[in-house]
T-cell receptor, first 116, second 116 residues
Framework: GAVVSQHPSWVICKSGTSVKIECRSL??????MFWYRQFPKQSLMLMAT?????????EQGVEKDKFLINHASLTLSTLTVTSAHPEDSSFYIC????????????FGSGTRLTVV | AQTVTQSQPEMSVQEAETVTLSCTYD???????LFWYKQPPSRQMILVIR??????QNATENRFSVNFQKAAKSFSLKISDSQLGDAAMYFC?????????????FGKGTRLSVIA
C-alpha cells in the first residue's frame, strides 16, 4: 500500500518549453507532497512542499516562477517546469508521508528531465 | 537545523560478507525518527529500515540491522550476508516528530558496491 505514481518517467523537451510532472497517490490521500531534485551521484535536494488546497512552500534558492507546484486535490500534485533550460535537466522525485509519523515516506519513481 | 552526515562516499563488500555504513546526525530534539533508504540503479527510493529515537532496541529487518547510539547521535546500518542486489546508493535520513508533515533530511549518501 501507500503507492505514489509519478509520470512521466522520462521526458525530453526543447529549451523554452514547459513540462508538467504528475504525482498521484493511488491508495491514500496525500495532503502533503514533497518535491526533490537529484543531480547525478548526489543526494536529494528538497525543492518545495505542497499542501492540498494551499500555496506551495519553496526552499531558499528555488525559483517559484520556474517551478510551479499545484496540489489541487488529495491525490494529485504537479510540478511544472516553465521555460525550461538545459540547466533544468535533472531527476525530479516526489514523496508523500505514509501512514503514521514514524513510517517514513513513500516516493514516486522519479522523472528524468532532459532539456535540449 | 538538523543535519545528517554520511562520511563514506563509497564502500565495497564481498558477496556474502558484512558491511557497515556510517551515519551521524545533529539535532537538539529528543524525539525523532531515523531511516535508511536504498536507491538502486532504477533510482526508486526504497525504505530499508527505520528507528524510533525513544526506543533503545536496535531495529532489525532480515539481513539489515542498525546500531543506534542516541547519545553519540550515530545511526549505522549493517548489512549481513551481502548480495549482489544490495548494490545501491544508501541514504540516511532524519525526521522530526512534532506535529505536521516535515520533510526528511538526507545525508549525502554512500554508494555500495558488492563484489562477486
Amino acid at each position: 500500500g501507500a503507492v505514489v505514481s509519478q509520470h512521466p518517467s522520462w521526458v525530453i523537451c526543447k529549451s523554452g518549453t514547459s513540462v508538467k510532472i504528475e504525482c498521484r497517490s493511488l491508495d491514500f490521500q496525500a495532503t502533503t507532497m514533497f518535491w526533490y531534485r537529484q543531480f547525478p551521484k548526489q543526494s536529494l535536494m528538497l525543492m518545495a512542499t505542497s499542501n492540498e488546497g494551499s500555496k506551495a512552500t519553496y526552499e531558499q534558492g528555488v525559483e517559484k516562477d520556474k517551478f510551479l507546484i499545484n496540489h489541487a486535490s488529495l491525490t494529485l500534485s504537479t510540478l511544472t517546469v516553465t521555460s525550461a533550460h538545459p540547466e533544468d535537466s535533472s531527476f525530479y522525485i516526489c514523496s508523500a508521508p505514509r501512514g503514521g509519523v514514524g513510517y517514513g515516506y513513500t516516493f514516486g519513481s522519479g522523472t528524468r528531465l532532459t532539456v535540449v | 537545523a538538523q543535519t545528517v552526515t554520511q562520511s563514506q562516499p563509497e564502500m565495497s563488500v564481498q558477496e556474502a560478507e558484512t558491511v557497515t555504513l556510517s551515519c551521524t546526525y545533529d539535532t537538539s530534539e529528543s524525539d525523532y525518527y531515523l531511516f535508511w533508504y536504498k536507491q538502486p540503479p532504477s533510482r526508486q527510493m526504497i525504505l530499508v529500515i527505520r528507528q524510533e529515537a525513544y526506543k533503545q532496541q536496535n531495529a532489525t529487518e532480515n539481513r539489515f540491522s542498525v546500531n543506534f547510539q542516541k547519545a553519540a547521535k550515530s545511526f549505522s546500518l549493517k548489512i549481513s550476508d551481502s548480495q549482489l542486489g544490495d548494490a545501491a546508493m544508501y541514504f540516511c535520513a532524519y525526521r522530526r516528530t512534532n506535529s505536521g508533515n516535515t520533510p526528511l533530511v538526507f545525508g549525502k549518501g554512500t554508494r555500495l558496491s558488492v563484489i562477486a
